[in-house]
């Protein structure tokens, strides 16, 4: 199966740019937020498969104009041809305004999604916005990330984390790949490209 994640920013090789080839044989596309609406219908109408998302940080225009043809998998595990994929968005709490939280807030959110992590016995990838505390964050508040998906990591041992708000223009030492335990995180700044 081929995954097209992105995030935070529009490839102009997919927009701007666009060829149909460059989406030939994608199964399911993953955004980790902060991507326009249309960016997101326009790859769903285009790619012809799922497009999947978690809002971002600077995704309230979502709540008027939301992405047609997408789907939000927020605070749910949804299963696609037997892959499991946790979707919780949002950064950690800075400002006012939609899709932030404190830790505390985020660990409720978790909290109340163990009926479905039973049912579904635990999930594949973890769909996110913010990364994992210490694991691709930053220092400050804005882009740190949330210790309360360390545990869920550590329980559940998905095979992937996936994640944005980090963008790797920020500076050399981004890093697109880290490792956790047994799952493989992988910031989905712009594109990337994922075999499973």
Known sequence: MRLLLIGDTPSKSLWDYYDASKLEGIDLILSSGD???????????????????????????????????CTCIEDTIYEYEGLRILGLGGSMR?????HQYTEREMDWRIRKLW?????????????THAPAYGINDRQDLPHRGFQAFLPLLERYQPRYMVHGHVHM???????RYASYQHTTIINAYEKYLLEI
Do not use: W
């Not at 800075?94 to 939609?98: I, K, T, W």
């Not at 223009?169 to 890093?175: D, E, F, M, R, T």
């Open 35 to 69: 991507l326009p609406a249309e960016y997101l219908s326009f790859l769903v109408t285009m790619a012809n498969c799922p497009v999947l998302y978690v809002h971002g940080n600077h995704d309230e225009k979502y709540d008027s104009k939301p992405p047609e043809g």
């Open 94 to 98: 800075y400002r006012e305004g939609n």
């Open 115 to 127: 009926l479905q992590l039973r049912k579904k016995k635990g999930f594949d990838i973890l769909l």
């Open 169 to 175: 223009n920020y500076g050399y030492q981004i890093p």
